[in-house]
């Protein structure tokens, strides 16, 4: 298999309102779709949002479930500051602070948010991570 992420998808219990916070609350560059699905350009890999219920089916799980999903979207800035930046804009905009940002053990700063549906979004600055 070639190593690549094409899409991640989001099962989202409101396609409007968390369509509304990527393209308009984080300024995502949205895509003309059809009707029921959304999708951002993120450089090589898209984000999809698409129903929770109708994304489970698709998969041919059950669509309830809830707590950890094991798994956290990252998004790193260029510069320190940027990590608080971004978490008061999300945070006042829809989001919920999760973790604010703080200086991390691996020598960066990062904090977490968490998007309308719950899906958890680290934002942070890496001095040793220069693919931003």
Known sequence: MEPRISFVTLGVRDLDCSTAFYRDVLGLPQKETPPGVSFFEMGRTWLGLYPRDRLAADAGVPAEGSGFPGFALAHNVKAQPEVDALLAHVTAHGGRLVKAGHKADWG?????????????????????????
């Open 108 to 132: 960066g700063y990062s904090g977490y948010f968490a998007d309308p549906d719950g899906f958890l979004w680290e934002v942070a600055w890496n001095p040793h991570f220069p693919h931003v």
